[in-house]
């Protein structure tokens, strides 16, 4: 591959479209609940088929190549949680449409993500992102952690929220990974204007919009108001409503250019990490 002025952005998108294969058809060699979580989650470990075989009774063991493996969260849609504000068997869904805008977007970061079937039926798997090593007996950076000396970068994430209407943006929901990258993660509780918005970003509140973000909601809503790909994989994804008002909200922030004022005392999420 020869690389050009934008060579480094074809090299990773070459990459996240290997994922993409992978995390869709890697078959699941192995599978653990993730705990905590208030709908079902488990993080499965997903093996290149070349190198793996899939035994042929529970109780056979199976040697795994490590080096050939990859991981991810898991997501089943019968693993989730009915809500009053979310239509039931959903999540999944919304997971892989708050992707695909961040794709467009070009922004924040969030893990591959893709619909697959899994051990307990069909659900999303997103690339597992290793957080940040720290000290023993000490918990993993958070917003609340890195709001003083990075705010500036949790800027696309707050306005990303505003976009997908995210009703559930914990502080827990941003990682740092060894890199000292930030990651965005749980994006079940979006796009349905039913719901109320629900965030931990306040500080945003008010403040204009950066202008060249502001740009690629531009050129976002201008592919969604034709019938683009994205626009086309969004309505499987979602309902026809939901589709329509996430380009409204999108002009509606075109036309204010100013982060919404959310209110700290109705707005947040529970727990808030």
């Known amino acids: 591959m020869s690389v050009g002025p934008d060579g480094e952005d074809a090299i990773e998108a070459v990459a996240e479209s290997v994922l993409l294969h992978r995390l869709s058809d890697w078959p699941i060699s192995g599978i653990g609940l993730h705990p905590g979580g208030s709908n079902y989650v488990f993080v499965v470990r997903l093996t290149d088929p070349a190198k793996y075989t899939e035994p042929e009774s529970e109780n056979d063991e199976v040697e795994v190549d490590e080096s050939a493996s990859m991981y991810g969260i898991y997501k089943p849609q019968a693993g989730e949680r009915p809500l009053r504000d979310f239509p039931g068997g959903t999540l999944h869904n919304r997971e892989r449409a708050a992707y695909l805008i961040s794709q467009k977007l070009g922004w924040p970061r969030i893990p591959p993500t893709v619909i697959r079937s899994g051990p307990?039926?069909?659900?999303?798997?997103?690339?597992?992102?290793?957080?940040?090593?720290?000290?023993?007996?000490?918990?993993?950076?958070?917003?609340?952690?890195?709001?003083?000396?990075?705010?500036?970068?949790?800027?696309?994430?707050?306005?990303?929220?505003?976009?997908?209407?995210?009703?559930?943006?914990?502080?827990?929901?941003?990682?740092?990974?060894?890199?000292?990258?930030?990651?965005?993660?749980?994006?079940?509780?979006?796009?349905?204007?039913?719901?109320?918005?629900?965030?931990?970003?306040?500080?945003?509140?008010?403040?204009?919009?950066?202008?060249?973000?502001?740009?690629?909601?531009?050129?976002?809503?201008?592919?969604?108001?034709?019938?683009?790909?994205?626009?086309?994989?969004?309505?499987?994804?979602?309902?026809?409503?939901?589709?329509d008002d996430l380009v409204t909200r999108g002009n509606e922030m075109i036309a204010g250019g100013n982060y919404p004022f959310l209110d700290p005392d109705t707005n947040v999420p529970w727990p808030m990490v």
């Open 120 to 243: 307990h039926g069909e659900g999303s798997v997103q690339l597992f992102i290793d957080a940040a090593s720290v000290p023993e007996n000490e918990e993993p950076d958070n917003f609340f952690s890195m709001r003083d000396t990075r705010l500036d970068d949790f800027r696309d994430m707050a306005m990303f929220d505003a976009l997908v209407h995210n009703a559930d943006r914990k502080g827990g929901s941003c990682i740092l990974d060894e890199a000292g990258q930030l990651w965005a993660i749980d994006h079940g509780l979006t796009f349905n204007q039913m719901a109320r918005r629900r965030t931990v970003m306040f500080e945003f509140n008010g403040s204009e919009y950066p202008v060249e973000l502001l740009d690629d909601v531009k050129t976002l809503v201008a592919e969604l108001e034709t019938d683009s790909g994205i626009g086309r994989e969004l309505r499987t994804l979602l309902s026809e409503p939901e589709t």
